[in-house]
């Protein structure tokens, strides 16, 4: 769900190109925007205090056989969210898993794990690498 | 009092049309997209994030484009749209201790686990105007990459919480207050001030800040340190009962470390003030920490005389939306107020002259 929630509606989209057709749904919530308050921790590490609100939209479906998917998703992407609720109605059923598995969420998961990593090799490059005069002499 | 007065819709309306003349610029020019703000003027984005209390980017840019740049008034208007969404519920409290460090620096330790990461930074640059950003530019090279360190980043705060010098914090996990719902009650506990400051005016907590080290308030601050990446908020919708992820923003965390003599029942150690912000925003991360500090003076029995230990003066004076309304207010017609005072001075005028 977090991988869905990550990816943008053209990611999510374009991984669906590979996947076979996904059944009919029925809206039951949404899809609608609102506000999810971030909470922060005192101290970093201490009680939790109320950091400031972001914008999440959400959405429920059902589909034909009754599966619930359900989908929170950073943002203001109706169809973003739409999209990851019936994945995750469609993730709940056995015969679809497998192959959204693997030609949507292990996909987008494997490039949001390298953009993250990408991310981790700047910053290493800017990491200080102290001379003391241990080293300097030597 | 001021009074509703009739008229002045076709100046009104006329008003607003070269206002948005004026916004669009010579028409010569390409229009600026939402997404150029967005991706360009990325930290007036932030702030406006930050002092909007709302954490949407595209939504500050488009801010931010439709104030002309003014970013009080970019975070006045992301804080009227946020009135119009339902709320969802809380996060669960962002691990800052698990974010996935961009920046992470020390002023206090040179060799700390996970080292110095300086991040993309103007620290070190020499201030001077970059004519060659005015210039049509070739496109930019990508910075170099190195080599990830998976050592985990322990905060500072910890290291020496671990050897019994750093105060702890409390840990209960009670609701904490919230200041778009209830009222301030002073005194409040932590947690509203917290929220208050991490809404609040960059400006206005700089020069506060400020003020503690100059000595308004006799705080000794080090910066333990500073970190800014992507965390991860997590949110546990009641139809599921267990928490997801709803994805990363990015946020700026400063743990100022400070002197504290010890009372009867606690030893000399260090305290923390905390500042966190959304998006990369050091400067008012660091700002926070020391009014954070100077504010928990009461708590740890210092003697409160400054004005960034004064929980009223701060917290009612820091939202730059809510100072913006009171002194902008001025501008509304006042004519019966001052007609009352023209009368009154000149009644006094002439009994003077009698």
């Known amino acids: 769900m977090g991988v869905l ?29 609102g506000l999810v308050m971030v909470r922060g921790r005192q101290g970093g590490d201490g009680g939790p205090f109320n950091l400031g609100e972001m914008t999440v939209t959400r959405c429920s479906v059902r589909l034909a056989d009754g599966t619930l998917g359900h989908a929170y998703v950073a943002g203001r992407d109706l169809r973003q969210a739409e999209l990851a609720a019936l994945l995750d109605a469609c993730l709940q059923r056995p ?27 700047k910053a290493a490059a800017t990491k200080v690498e102290f001379f003391t005069m241990a080293n300097m002499r030597s | 009092m001021y009074v509703a007065v009739k008229g002045g ?32 003027l990325g930290l007036a984005v932030d702030r406006v994030m930050a002092e909007g209390s709302c954490h949407d980017r595209g939504l500050a840019a488009l801010a931010v484009k439709q104030a002309r740049g003014d970013l009080i008034e ?13 709320r969802f519920g809380a996060s669960e409290p962002v691990e800052t201790g698990a974010m996935r460090i961009q920046r992470r620096i020390s002023a206090t330790y040179k060799d700390l686990p996970g080292g110095q990461v300086l991040g993309p930074t103007y620290d070190y640059t020499h201030r001077l105007l970059d004519f060659a950003l005015a210039a049509e530019r070739e496109a930019v090279a990508p910075a170099p ?75 000794h601050p080090f910066a333990g340190e500073i970190r800014m990446g992507e965390v991860t908020v997590e949110f546990t919708p009641p139809e599921l009962g267990f928490a997801i992820e709803l994805g990363e923003i990015v946020l700026t965390e400063c743990q100022m470390v400070n002197q504290f003599a010890g009372s009867k029942s606690e030893p000399p150690q260090f305290t923390r003030g905390y500042g966190l912000v959304f998006g990369h925003g050091e400067r008012k991360a660091m700002a926070m920490a020391l009014v954070d500090r100077g504010l928990r003076a009461e708590e740890l029995g210092e003697p409160v ?22 002194v902008e207010h001025l501008k509304l017609p006042h004519y019966v107020d001052f007609q009352s005072e023209l009368e009154k001075l000149r009644s006094l005028r002439q009994e003077a002259g009698r």
Not at chain 1, 16 to 33: D, N
Not at chain 2, 156 to 163: D, M, S
Not at chain 2, 172 to 181: F, G, M, N, Q, V
Request: one cysteine or more; hydrophobic letters at 40%.
């Open chain 1, 5 to 33: 929630a990550r990816a943008t509606l053209g990611e999510i989209a374009a991984r669906l190109e590979a996947a076979p057709p996904l059944p009919t749904h029925t809206r039951l919530r949404g899809p609608e925007s």
């Open chain 1, 95 to 121: 015969e679809l898993r497998g192959v959204l598995l693997a030609e949507v969420v292990q996909p987008l998961a494997a490039r949001q794990a390298e953009a993250a990593a990408l991310v981790a090799r």
């Open chain 2, 9 to 40: 819709e076709r100046a009104i309306g006329n008003a607003h049309a070269w206002l948005d003349e004026t916004r669009r610029g010579d028409p010569a020019l390409p229009e600026l997209s939402v997404e150029q703000v967005e991706q360009q």
């Open chain 2, 74 to 86: 970019a975070a006045f208007l992301l804080r009227a749209y946020r009135t119009t969404l339902a």
């Open chain 2, 145 to 219: 990459e190195g080599v990830a360190d998976p050592t985990p980043m322990p905060r500072v705060t910890e290291l020496l919480a671990k050897e019994g010098l750093m105060r702890r914090e409390t840990t209960s996990e009670a609701e904490p207050p919230d200041l778009t719902r209830d009222p301030l009650n002073f005194p409040v506990p932590r947690a509203a001030w917290l929220q208050a400051l991490a809404r609040g005016d960059e400006g206005f907590l700089l020069g506060l800040g400020y003020s503690t080290q100059r000595g308004y308030g006799n705080s």
């Open chain 2, 305 to 326: 005389d400054a004005p960034a230990q004064s929980q009223e003066f701060v917290l009612y004076h820091c939202d730059n939306v809510e100072a913006t309304g009171f």
